[in-house]
Nanobody, 123 residues
Framework: QVQLVESGGGLVQAGNSLRLSCTASDRTFSSYAMGWFRQAPGKEREFVAHISRSAGYIYYADSVKGRFTISRDNAKNTVYLRMNSLKPEDTAVYYC????????????????WGQGTQVTVSS
């Protein structure tokens, strides 16, 4: 069982930046593809970004492309999400997830989830 713990959320003004972190309890972290998802009130959970095991393949949702950057440090069992030029519509609970398969954009393809961290962007 992999435990994922997110941190770094908060309240920021539009145009500012945040960096989210997600640290895994499992020392086999490098064997998981990782993803970030978000869920706004009253909306379904949506894909944000994906990174493969060796970071050789990275994919973003169109809504965040060019503003968000996903990265990972396998030595620290941690995946990051750098969020620049934040907009009010980025307000959501952000979740990291680990996949034993390819993961990608499908939430059902991820096996483990963190508890989420709130990001609120004021206008």
């Amino acid at each position: 069982q992999v435990q994922l713990v997110e941190s770094g959320g908060g309240l920021v003004q539009a145009g500012n930046s945040l960096r989210l972190s997600c640290t895994a309890s499992d020392r086999t972290f490098s064997s998981y593809a990782m993803g970030w998802f978000r869920q706004a009130p009253g909306k379904e959970r949506e894909f944000v970004a994906h990174i493969s095991r060796s970071a050789g393949y990275i994919y973003y949702a169109d809504s965040v492309k060019g503003r968000f950057t996903i990265s990972r440090d396998n030595a620290k069992n941690t995946v990051y999400l750098r969020m620049n030029s934040l907009k009010p519509e980025d307000t959501a609970v952000y979740y990291c997830a680990a996949s034993m398969g390819y993961g990608l954009t499908n939430p059902g393809a991820y096996n483990y989830w963190g508890q989420g961290t709130q990001v609120t962007v004021s206008s």
